[in-house]
């Protein structure tokens, strides 16, 4: 089973890459701007971990629509 991390920020990636591979899964971390239709349809499961923004400072729509786009392709 393949799991893609997206690492959004957070410094424990890591650790639940570590986590993912002690569990007998294949884990590969991918940055957020790395996210797309193709990486998707390439995993058999998705983990995101930490934030690019403060979600209470600035707006999220950007982030939220690109996701959003992602997961409809997929």
């Not at 590969?28 to 934030?51: F, M, Y």
Request: glycine share 6%.
């Amino acid at each position: 089973m393949n799991i893609s991390i997206i690492d959004c920020g957070s410094t424990k990636v890591p650790a639940i890459a570590s986590m993912v591979k002690n569990c007998g899964f294949e884990g590969k971390v991918h940055q957020l701007d790395q996210l797309s239709p193709e990486l998707l349809a390439t995993c058999d499961g998705l983990i995101v971990s930490g934030a690019p923004i403060l979600v209470t400072k600035t707006s999220v729509q950007n982030h939220q629509d690109n996701l959003k786009a992602c997961l409809k392709a997929y």
